[in-house]
C-alpha cells in the first residue's frame, strides 16, 4: 500500500481510451490537477516534490493482462483475471492511475503508450454506499503516496453518488493497509471468519472498515479557513 497528490499537470497529450464506461465520463475526474483541491490538499511531500503527471482512466479488458501481472507480484492470494472481468461486465467502477514514465525509469510492465501502471482501484456502488473490493499500488510505486491518492479519488466520486458510507474488508494480517485505512478515518465495525484464502485448507479473517462520508465532509469543511 501506498498514497496522496503531487504538483500535478494536466496530462493534456496522453492518448484517451475508446468507449470508456459512461460512469467515468460522467462523474470520475479523468485528470488529477491542482484544481481537483479535495484530492491534493492531503498531498504526501513525496508526491509534492513529484514531477510525473498523472491521470485516472478506465479499466478495461485491454488493460487486464497488465493489472493481473501487478496483481500477482503484488499479493500471495491475488484477484484473478476472472475478478476483473466480472467486475467490468457488471459496470462496477474500476480506474487505473496512470503516470508518465520518469527519465530513467524501467516501465514493467510495459504499457503501449509508455505510461506507468501506477494502482488501480473497483468498487461496487450500492444504495446511499460505495464498497471498495480492490485498492493496490504497483509494488514498485509503494511508499509514495498513491493509496491514499486513490482513496481521495474515490471519496469524492462517492460524494458526487451521494454515498453515505464507504466499506471495505481488509485481510487481519495486512498491519500496514489496516493503518492505513484507520489514519485515513476508516472504523472497525466487525471481522468476516474465514473470509481470505490463506493457504492449503487454511483461512483468514477479514476485518470490516466503514468510512462515515458525511460525517468526513461535515469535519473538513469545519477545517476551512
Same mark, same amino acid.
Given at each position: 500500500m501506498a498514497p496522496s497528490a503531487p504538483a500535478l499537470t494536466p496530462d493534456a497529450? =496522453? !492518448?484517451?481510451p475508446v468507449a470508456a464506461p459512461a460512469w467515468a465520463q460522467r462523474d470520475w475526474p479523468a485528470l488529477v490537477s491542482t484544481d481537483t483541491a479535495d484530492i491534493a490538499h +492531503?498531498?504526501?511531500?513525496? #508526491? /509534492?516534490?513529484?514531477? &510525473?503527471? /498523472?491521470? %485516472?482512466? !478506465?479499466?478495461t479488458e485491454a488493460d487486464l493482462d497488465t493489472v493481473v501481472e501487478v496483481e500477482k507480484t503484488a499479493y500471495t492470494?491475488?484477484? *484473478? &483475471?476472472?475478478? %476483473?472481468?466480472?467486475? $467490468? &461486465? *457488471?459496470?462496477? !467502477? =474500476?480506474? #487505473? #492511475?496512470l503516470g508518465e514514465a520518469l527519465s530513467g525509469e524501467v516501465v514493467h510492465p510495459g504499457r503501449a503508450d509508455g505510461r506507468v501502471l501506477l494502482g488501480y482501484l473497483v468498487a461496487m456502488p450500492g444504495v446511499d454506499e460505495v464498497h471498495l #473490493? +480492490? /485498492?493496490t499500488v504497483a509494488p514498485a510505486q509503494q511508499r509514495q503516496g498513491w493509496a491514499r491518492f486513490m482513496l481521495d479519488a474515490l471519496v469524492l466520486w462517492s460524494r458526487g453518488q451521494r454515498a453515505q458510507w464507504l466499506w471495505l474488508e481488509v485481510r487481519h494480517s495486512n498491519a500496514p493497509a489496516r493503518a492505513l485505512y484507520q489514519r485515513y478515518g476508516f472504523a472497525q465495525v466487525g471481522l468476516r471468519r474465514g473470509y481470505y484464502p490463506a493457504g492449503q485448507r487454511e483461512r483468514e479473517d477479514a476485518v470490516v472498515m466503514s $468510512? +462515515? $462520508?458525511?460525517a468526513q465532509t461535515r469535519a473538513t469543511q469545519e477545517k476551512a479557513p
Open positions: 497529450a =496522453a !492518448p484517451q +492531503n498531498a504526501s511531500p513525496a #508526491l /509534492i516534490h513529484s514531477q &510525473r503527471r /498523472i491521470a %485516472f482512466v !478506465p479499466m492470494h491475488p484477484w *484473478s &483475471r476472472k475478478h %476483473f472481468s466480472d467486475s $467490468l &461486465r *457488471s459496470g462496477y !467502477p =474500476a480506474v #487505473l #492511475l #473490493l +480492490n /485498492i $468510512l +462515515n $462520508l458525511v
